[in-house]
């Protein structure tokens, strides 16, 4: 079976993280997950940080679960998820390379 290549996208607000992945989706076999654009579409351009806090994870996991059904398919994943700590990364990557 082919898998797609999983993408951790970090760095700073405004780094271009957004337009790079929408570049890469637009040229390649591939889908951009926002875990600010999917909080965005529930709650609209002013949500709460209770509504941003109290949704975050489950936000994550809905994520997680499309992103291998995805990478199953051999359709790369760009995602956004503001991985600001190399444990984050570190865990993700980890079960990402459990599931080849």
Same mark, same amino acid.
Request: aromatic share 14%; proline share 1%.
């Given at each position: 079976?082919?898998?797609?290549?999983?993408?951790?996208?970090?760095?700073?607000? $405004?780094?271009?993280?957004?337009?790079? $992945?929408?570049?890469?989706?637009?040229?390649?076999?591939?889908?951009?997950?926002?875990?600010?654009?999917?909080?965005? %579409?529930?709650?609209?351009?002013?949500?709460?940080?209770?509504?941003?806090?109290?949704?975050?994870?489950? $936000?994550?996991?809905?994520?997680?679960?499309?992103?291998?059904?995805?990478?199953?398919?051999?359709?790369?994943?760009?995602?956004?998820?503001?991985?600001? %700590?190399?444990?984050?990364?570190?865990?993700?990557?980890?079960?990402?390379?459990?599931?080849?």
């Amino acid at each position: 079976m082919n898998f797609g290549i999983a993408y951790l996208l970090t760095g700073k607000v $405004a780094s271009g993280k957004t337009t790079f $992945a929408r570049k890469k989706e637009a040229q390649e076999n591939a889908v951009f997950l926002s875990i600010d654009e999917l909080q965005l %579409s529930m709650f609209g351009q002013t949500p709460t940080r209770e509504q941003l806090d109290s949704t975050y994870e489950g $936000a994550r996991a809905y994520q997680f679960k499309q992103a291998l059904k995805f990478l199953q398919k051999g359709i790369d994943v760009y995602f956004d998820w503001g991985l600001w %700590s190399k444990a984050q990364r570190a865990l993700y990557k980890n079960q990402l390379e459990k599931l080849g």
